[in-house]
């Protein structure tokens, strides 16, 4: 799905006008309407609001189902040799060998926000970007995730 498509869908699903969205976003009417025509498109910093204001994954605005990344770190695992192990020594579909061996998680007594500190400069480091900004977009990413939801929950 294009983004201009995913912003428009996200703004029907909430039952907003193109002007309630630019009002919660602190744009224009037109900026709305710029992105649902693909005219242009939002930055990855207004991105972030959106999913924020609105409550959706980050992952809705790619074209990768939710189980192709780590449900901890949100590291993408589309090799099998990346997938963490089970108890029972099977391959884990939810999370990647980095979080999750042997049926338990790697970073174990954490919140989420302990994590995203411990791991950012890895984050930041692999995606050639700021500490700061990897901060911010595992923000975003995470309390999507399931390792985080269920954490929550609890």
Do not use: N
Request: net charge negative.
């Amino acid at each position: 799905m294009a983004m201009s498509d995913t912003i428009s869908s996200i703004r029907t699903e909430k039952g907003l006008t193109q002007e309630q969205m630019a009002h919660d976003l602190y744009v224009t009417r037109q900026a709305v309407s710029r992105w649902e025509t693909g005219e242009t498109q939002p930055g990855i910093d207004m991105v972030k609001l959106i999913c924020t204001t609105y409550g959706v994954p980050l992952e809705r605005f790619f074209d990768m189902p939710m189980d192709y990344y780590c449900q901890c770190c949100s590291m993408p695992i589309p090799d099998p040799a990346l997938h963490g192990t089970e108890a029972d020594g099977s391959s884990s579909e939810s999370y990647c060998k980095y979080c999750y061996q042997q049926g338990d998680f790697t970073a174990k007594g954490v919140d989420m926000d302990e994590f995203i500190e411990a791991t950012a400069q890895l984050e930041a480091d692999a995606m050639g970007i700021s500490r700061e900004e990897a901060v911010s977009l595992m923000a975003t990413l995470l309390p999507h995730l399931k390792r985080w939801r269920e954490a929550e929950q609890q």
